[in-house]
């Protein structure tokens, strides 16, 4: 939370006020534009209003007073209310009004955040509640690579959500029923006759535990009617069976949170089970609306735009993941009065989504025009081996989550003895370091890709210390901690005595990129997309040392406490970018 004061508006949607209030003086009858506000990609400004030409063109040919949308650009210029924000302003070509920030605004908002915390630089959202529904492993299975990239996404999305003040509810939709619970429950039975002997070791390894169930199911008739029977006794609630479930259930759950633990996540679960009891209401006031009909001995919804219907019971009666989603969506919407329901799975789950989403629409549910309460399915591609192949091990099994992350804390632990720091730091230190590092480098190097494209999983790329990655950003952070220590100034006593000033071009850069945080967070936020924080952080980095600190000098200058606020506001900044993204800041590299 912020430490004080009000929260403020991201820079774009305060310049966006500007001109709401210029346009609505210029074209009073005009209702349905809205300001066309957007950072200058060119040198004639810092942002730049583009609706000189849409509002020429909703206004020609009706007796207006305007020539060209050049006239239009110089009314709206020159309708603008006096803002302290604003430096100056041009009109160029046709009709861009070009905006230039004032800098003592720059230097004054940067020094209250400071004050304030950068708490009230949080994006300023419609929504107050969303479910994002990610991670979802399956029981008694492995997670594997996809699970990863679920609950990275995932989690950054509920950080950056909860940051803009979103009461976000975490949820792992696990996949704890069905009818693998059968077979494997009649295998436990019958591989130990006593139950209550069973220990966590015996079926501790649960995956080699589920292949040796699959195969009996598989090879034997037998035994596969058997485990049929299994499920019914389990779905009818009788207490042998459903403690054998439970016993399964609790195996899988260690291991899962063994990879939350490492990953810093946390997820509240509610599996298929829970949602199972809901199903045949959510069912039968569809089927009162007739969405739900008869085809082929199974219960199907009909949707316009696919060739294949939506199947919600199999024609054996039972229930599917329709059926499951649906009255997960029906219990998100009225119980848990959800406005935003975001699923991260993989693309190749789109099209279930789509037409899942579809039916809802149909019901009644979700509005047509996708206003809220909405719902958004997070797509993300595959993770590849160096070989461009799926990402396994040699015998091309599913590599075990836990495994890859401990390899990457330990080949960032072995880089940091080699540079020599078990001689300067404590092992505590050091483990805590290699941890922030080992981890966070994974994180990153999955989310600074646009999530709906594969990526390549390299250890050596993602533990570089130069480029775009996790290293090298922990590492400049770290210098500009490094800075301020050196300078051995009390910062927070300079936040409140001194004063930023912007003399330098490197320093307006710096303090204008700073400045857009807010706005970036909420795009990120937006559209789902967590690498547009991480472009944003990388490119202040790059700001920081290539334009700022390579030609300002800090420590000694005349402008020493400026450009350490400079420094601290930085750090700020990036300290939140890395909260947000799920990795843990360090403080000396």
Not at 31 to 55: R, T
Not at 185 to 205: S, T
Not at 464 to 484: E, F, P, W
Request: hydrophobic share 40%; proline share 3%; net charge negative.
């Amino acid at each position: 939370m912020a430490a004080g004061g009000e929260n403020v508006a991201s820079l774009k949607r305060q310049l966006g006020q500007l001109f709401e209030v210029s346009i609505r003086t210029v074209v009073p009858d005009e209702l349905n534009v809205e300001p066309a506000v957007v950072p200058s990609a060119g040198k004639f400004g810092d942002y730049q209003c583009n609706n000189a030409m849409d509002i020429w063109s909703k206004i020609k040919g009706k007796g207006t007073a305007f020539k060209n949308p050049n006239s239009v650009g110089q009314a709206i210029m020159g309708n603008l209310p006096k803002s302290e924000i604003i430096e100056s302003c041009t009109v160029a070509g046709p009709g861009f009004v070009n905006i230039v920030l004032s800098k003592n605004w720059m230097a004054k908002s940067l020094q209250k955040m400071l004050i304030d915390g950068i708490g009230n630089w949080a994006p300023q959202l419609q929504v107050k509640r969303a479910v994002v529904d990610f991670s979802s492993p399956n029981i008694a299975k492995e997670m594997h690579v996809g699970h990863l990239r679920s609950t990275i996404i995932g989690d950054t999305l509920a950080r950056m959500l909860e940051f803009s003040k979103v009461e976000v509810l975490r949820r792992n939709h696990v996949g704890d029923w069905g009818t693998q619970f059968g077979m494997l429950i009649q295998y436990l039975f019958e591989k130990f006759p006593n139950v209550d002997d069973v220990n966590e070791m015996e079926i501790g390894d649960l995956q080699e535990f589920y292949k040796q169930s699959k195969k009996r199911f598989d090879e034997d008739p037998a035994f596969k009617e058997r485990a049929q029977a299994a499920v019914v006794s389990l779905q009818g609630g009788t207490p042998k069976y459903r403690e054998a479930w439970l016993q399964i259930c609790e195996v899988s759950r260690r291991e899962f949170q063994m990879v939350y633990e490492r990953l810093g996540t946390h997820l509240e679960e509610k599996g298929e089970s829970f949602y199972n009891p809901y199903i045949p209401a959510v069912l039968e006031k569809l089927t009162d609306q007739g969405l739900i009909v008869e085809s082929e001995g199974a219960r199907v919804i009909h949707l316009e735009g696919f060739n294949i219907p939506l199947i919600v019971v199999k024609s054996n009666g039972s229930y599917n993941y329709a059926s499951t989603d649906l009255a997960a969506l029906w219990y998100r919407l009225n119980e848990e009065k959800a406005e935003w329901i975001i699923y991260v799975t993989d693309v190749g789950q789109q099209q279930h989504f789509n037409m899942f989403f579809k039916a809802a629409t149909l019901a009644g549910w979700l509005p047509v025009d996708g206003s809220y309460p909405k719902v958004s399915h997070v797509g993300f591609g595959l993770v590849l081996g160096e070989d461009g192949k799926r990402f396994r091990t040699r015998s091309s099994d599913v590599v075990r989550l836990v495994d890859l992350l401990d390899e990457a804390k330990s080949r960032s632990k072995t880089s940091l003895v080699e540079r020599g720091k078990s001689e300067d730091w404590t092992e505590e230190e050091l483990e805590q370091t290699a941890v922030a590092v080992g981890y966070g480098a994974v994180k990153y190097a999955d989310l600074k890709n646009n999530r709906l494209t594969n990526y390549t999983f390299d250890f050596n790329q993602m533990l570089n210390d130069k480029g775009n990655t996790a290293v090298y950003l922990l590492y400049m952070h770290a210098r500009i901690c490094s800075i301020i220590r050196k300078s051995g100034k009390d910062i927070d006593e300079l936040k409140t005595k001194g004063e930023i000033v912007l003399g330098h071009a490197g320093e307006r850069e710096l303090a204008l990129h700073l400045l857009k945080f807010s706005e970036t967070v909420e795009e990120a936020c937006t559209n789902l997309l967590p690498s547009v924080l991480c472009e944003y952080l990388y490119n202040l980095s790059e700001i920081y040392s290539g334009k700022f600190y390579s030609n300002c000098q800090v420590i000694g200058s005349a402008e020493e406490t400026s450009r350490l606020l400079l420094c601290e506001a930085t750090g700020v900044v990036m300290r939140k970018c890395f909260h947000l993204l799920g990795i843990e800041a360090v403080y000396k590299m």
